[in-house]
C-alpha cells in the first residue's frame, strides 16, 4: 500500500500560506482606493445599479452600472480629479469599446485622454491595470465614462478604482493566473493527502488507485460544502475552511506511522505529474494569445470557435452561493436544478477561500474547474494499471493521449463532462475486479458512479451501456455487490435529487430535451412528455431521426485534416464537434495494433479482453445514446458523454503499446506534431495573433518536460512487469493471472 506523504511539506505549506494568505495582503496594502472627490453621473448611470445577470450587489461593494435594466440606456459617469499615481486599476465590466461607449483617463489640464479598457470584459468582472504616462505625473487626474451605445451589449459598469503606493512594475497578465492555478493545486493535493490518510488508507488499496481515490475524497467534501453554503455563506465558509485547517494540520503534524520518509512512488507521482504538466501545458496554449482577456471567454472561443457560455455556470451558481444570494434566481428560463451540482462545491471548496484572500475568483474558478477536469488523467491511468498495464507503458499512453483535441478542449472548456467521465471509469474498475467486486469495492465503485452522476447527466448513456455486462459479471456473486453500489450511488444522487424535486422543481429539461425533443421549459413530467412524443411521432421518423443521428457520427470537413494549418479553427471545433472527428487516428491504431502482431501466449489472457471490452462499452454507449436522442443531428460530442473517447483512446493505446510499439511511437508523435500545428497557429476571431512570451516559455517549458517523461517511459517500456504477474486487486489481494 502507498501513503501519500508531502515529501517537501515545509514548502509546499509556505507556499499555501504565501498565496492564500501574505501575497493577498501585500496586494491590499498596496492598493489604495483613490481619493477622487464627487462622482458625477447622468442618464441611467447609478450607484449600485443593475447588471443582467445579477440579482444583488454583494453587501459593501461599490461600482456604478450604466444598464439600469435595458441596452437602450445612455448616460456618463465621471469621478472628481484626483492627483495622478503611477498605476492605476479598476474593475469594468460590460461593453466598454463598443461604437458609441467609452471609458477614459483624462488629463484635466490638457484634455488628452487614455483608454483604459483594451477589450470588453463581457458578462464578468475584470480588472483593468494601467500604467500612468511620465509626462502625467503631479497632474490632476479623472475617469470618465460613458454609455451611448443603444445595441445589445450597450452598457457598462466601473468597480472601486485603486492606486498603487510604490511604482511597482505591472506583473505579466500571466503570471497571478499560473500563481492561482499553482494554488488552487497546493489545495487539492494538501486536501488530497488529507482524504487519502482519513479514508484511503483505510480501503487498503493498491498503489494505482491512491491518487483518484483521494482525489474522488476530495470531491465527495466538495459536495458536501455545496450543501453547506445552502443552508448560508457562514456555514459554507466554515465546513470549507475547517476542511482546509484539518488538512495543513494534518501535513504539517503527521502522525507517527506516516512521518518516516518514502522514496516517491511511481503509480503516485508519475499521474501527478502528468495532470500538473498537462495544466500546464493547456494553460499557455489558452494564453498564448491576448493573455489579459477573460479567462472564461478565452476558453470558449479560443480554440473552437464562439462556444455557448456553459463553462460559466459552475462558477457562476458558486458565486451566487458565496454571496448569500438565491441559487434559483439568474439563470434565466434555465433553473439551477438543471446542471448537477459537483463542480460548483469543487470551486466552493478550491477558489472561493482563496478569492476571499484577495485572488480574483473568475480567474480561481477557471483553474479549479481545469484540475476537475483533468481528473481523466489519474482515472486514466489506474484503469490501466488495474487491467495489466505497467507504468512505463502506461505513462507513453497518456502522453499519447494529452495533445488530443477533444480532451485538450474540453478540459479547458470547463463543463464538468470530461471529470464526470472520469468518474465514471473509475467506478468501471472497482465493478470489473476479478472474479467479482467485494462489498467494499462495489460501494466504492458506487460512490464513484455518484460522483459522475453529480457531474453531468450524459454518463448515464455509459451507465446503461455497462450494466449488461456488469449482470453477467456479477451473476454468482450474489446481491450484496448490486445492494452495496446501489447504496453507494443513492447516498450521493439523493440529497440531489431532493434539491430538484423540492427546493428547485422540477431539474428535468434536459431530460426531455434529448429524450424527447421539447425544448422550452414544460410543466408535464418526463414519463408523459416521453409518452406524448412518441404517439404523435410516427415510425418512420423515429426511424429516419436514428438514421441522421448515425451520420452525424462521420460528419465534419474531412478535408480540413489534410491541411491543419490552413484549417486549423475548422479542425478544432469539428473536432469538439463530431464523433468519428474526435477519434483521430485512433481507430486506425486499434487495426494496425490487432493485425500487427500476434501475442504471445502469455499475452493472450484477459488484457485482450480487457482492451476489446473497452471499445465495446465504447460501442454500445453509441448505440443507446443513438437510440434514445429524440431529435436529428443530437449525436454530437457535446449530447453524449466523453467516456467513449476516453475507452477508445485507452484500449487502442493499451493494445498497441504492448504489439506494436513502433507504430504506437509514431501515433504518438503525430499527435503531438498535430496538437502544435493547431493549437498554436492563429486563434479564432476576434482574438489578436500576437504572442505573449512568458506564455510562450511556459509552453515550451512544460513541451520539454513532458518530452523527458516520454523518453523516460520509453527507456523503461521493456522493464514493465508482465501483465497480470501479480497485479494486485482492489481489497489490496494480489493474483497470479485472470484465473
Known sequence: MVRFHLYSRWVLVSFVAWCAVIEPAFDRWQWRPVASGEVTQTGSFALRGAIPGVASAPPGETYWSSWGGSDQNVGEWATGVFPAPHRLRLGVRGYPNLPGNHLRLEHVSTGAFLPLASHNPGESWEQMDVTVPRAWRRSGLRVVAKDGAVDWGGWLAVRQ????????????????????????????????????????????????????????????????????????????????????VAAWVMAMF???????????????????L???????????ALLLVAPAAPIEQLAAGRFPHNLPADNTIPHYFADLLRRGEDPRVGFGDWLSSDRPPLQTGWVLLLAAPLAEA??????????????????????????????????????????????????????????????????????????????????????????????????????????????????????????RPWVAAGAGFLALALPWKAYQSFYDP?????????????????????????????????????????????????????RARLSPIKRSLTVRTHEATFLAFSLGLWPLGWVVGWFWRRPRAHERSLLDSVETGALCWAAVTVVVWTLLLF?????????GTYLVQLLVFLGTGSRMVRVAPAFFLSLLLVNWVNFALQWLTAPAPPLSPRWDGLALAALAGTFATLAWVGVWAWRQREGDARPFEGVQSVDGSSSRGPG
Open 161 to 244: 478604482i485603486e492606486a498603487a503606493r510604490l511604482p511597482l512594475p505591472r506583473l505579466p497578465p500571466m503570471l497571478p493566473r499560473l500563481g492561482g492555478l499553482l494554488a488552487v493545486t497546493a489545495l487539492l493535493v494538501m486536501l488530497a493527502q488529507a482524504a487519502h490518510r482519513g479514508v484511503g488508507q483505510r480501503l487498503r488499496l493498491p498503489e494505482h488507485l491512491a491518487v483518484p481515490v483521494a482525489l474522488g475524497g476530495v470531491a465527495i467534501a466538495s459536495f458536501m460544502v455545496w450543501g453547506a453554503y445552502l443552508v448560508g455563506p457562514w456555514c459554507g465558509r466554515t465546513l470549507a475552511w475547517t476542511m482546509l
Open 274 to 284: 502528468l495532470g500538473l504538466l498537462a495544466a500546464g501545458l493547456y494553460l499557455s
Open 631 to 639: 431529435l436529428p443531428e443530437a449525436a454530437r460530442n457535446h449530447q
Open 358 to 479: 484577495g485572488w480574483e475568483f473568475v480567474d480561481l474558478a477557471q483553474m479549479a474547474g481545469l484540475l476537475f477536469q483533468l481528473a481523466w488523467i489519474p482515472a486514466g491511468w489506474a484503469w490501466l494499471r488495474h487491467h495489466g498495464v505497467g507504468p512505463a507503458r502506461t505513462t507513453l499512453v497518456l502522453l499519447a493521449m494529452v495533445p488530443t483535441a477533444v480532451l485538450a478542449i474540453n478540459s479547458l472548456y470547463v463543463w464538468p463532462k470530461l471529470g464526470g467521465a472520469a468518474w465514471m471509469l473509475l467506478a468501471s474498475v472497482f465493478w470489473l475486479a476479478r472474479p467479482g467486486p467485494t462489498v467494499v469495492a462495489a460501494a466504492t465503485g458506487g460512490l464513484a458512479a455518484g460522483l459522475a452522476w453529480l457531474s453531468h447527466g450524459g454518463v448515464a448513456f455509459a451507465g446503461l451501456a455497462l450494466t449488461p455486462l456488469l449482470a453477467w459479471r456479477w451473476r454468482r456473486c450474489g446481491l
Open 506 to 558: 422540477p431539474g428535468s429539461r434536459l431530460l426531455k430535451w434529448h429524450l424527447a425533443g421539447v425544448i422550452p421549459p414544460d410543466a408535464r413530467g418526463v414519463g408523459e412528455t416521453l409518452r406524448t412524443a412518441y404517439r404523435e411521432t410516427p415510425g418512420s421518423r423515429l426511424a429516419e431521426v436514428r438514421w441522421i443521428n448515425v451520420r452525424t457520427w462521420f460528419a465534419g470537413d474531412w
Open 254 to 272: 503527521p502522525r507517527p506511522r506516516d512521518a518516516a520518509e518514502l522514496p516517491p512512488r511511481v503509480d503516485v507521482w508519475v499521474p501527478l
